[in-house]
């Protein structure tokens, strides 16, 4: 069971500083470049039918403790996810989208953390998926998406295409 508690903590306003670059500089360590390689043919997660489109697919994608957050901020389970991903393969549609800022950590053994920036047209989010290396495949563990507000999107130079 989850357990819920108050806590006082420090908190107040910590305005962003003009003119002062926020973005992190993210580098993959030259060990995990074959990693990054894999992991980007996986991602988005759950939109690459050449992985598989039926429920028994990702069953095997998805590890038994899989869930998300969704950009809404909503969880979703791993049965619901699996749902509705069949609901989507029976009769799917294509589009382009571009995904930029690809990167990944290596934060325990063979499990990484992947990040990345996706654009669905105008709808921008922020990406995270926790990945576990099993045997000679992948599964995926948590995976998050986090819109991008205009204000932030304004910011960003327009997102370049890269990757598989």
């Known amino acids: 069971m989850l357990k819920s508690y108050r806590v006082t903590v420090v908190d107040g306003a ?47 994608m998805a590890a038994r403790e899989f869930w998300e957050v969704g950009a809404s901020g909503r969880g979703y389970s791993r049965d619901y996810v699996l749902d509705s991903l069949v609901r989507r393969y029976r009769n799917p549609t294509f589009e382009t989208w571009e995904v930029d800022g690809f990167h990944c950590l ?32 992948w599964q995926v563990v948590y995976h998050q998406g986090t819109i991008v507000g205009a204000e932030v999107q304004r910011e960003r130079p327009a997102i370049s295409t890269k990757g598989p």
Request: no cysteine; net charge negative; aromatic share 6%.
């Open 14 to 60: 910590t305005p962003l500083l003009e003119g002062v670059d926020t973005e992190p500089t993210l580098q993959v360590a030259a060990r995990d470049v074959p990693v990054l390689d894999a992991l980007m043919s996986r991602e988005p997660l759950f939109h690459r039918a050449g992985l598989g489109t039926t429920r028994t697919d990702f069953e095997r």
């Open 106 to 137: 290596e934060i325990t053994a063979d499990h990484y953390l992947v990040t990345y920036t996706l654009a669905q047209g105008q709808r921008i989010t922020r990406r995270a998926t926790l990945w576990r290396r099993v045997d000679d495949d």
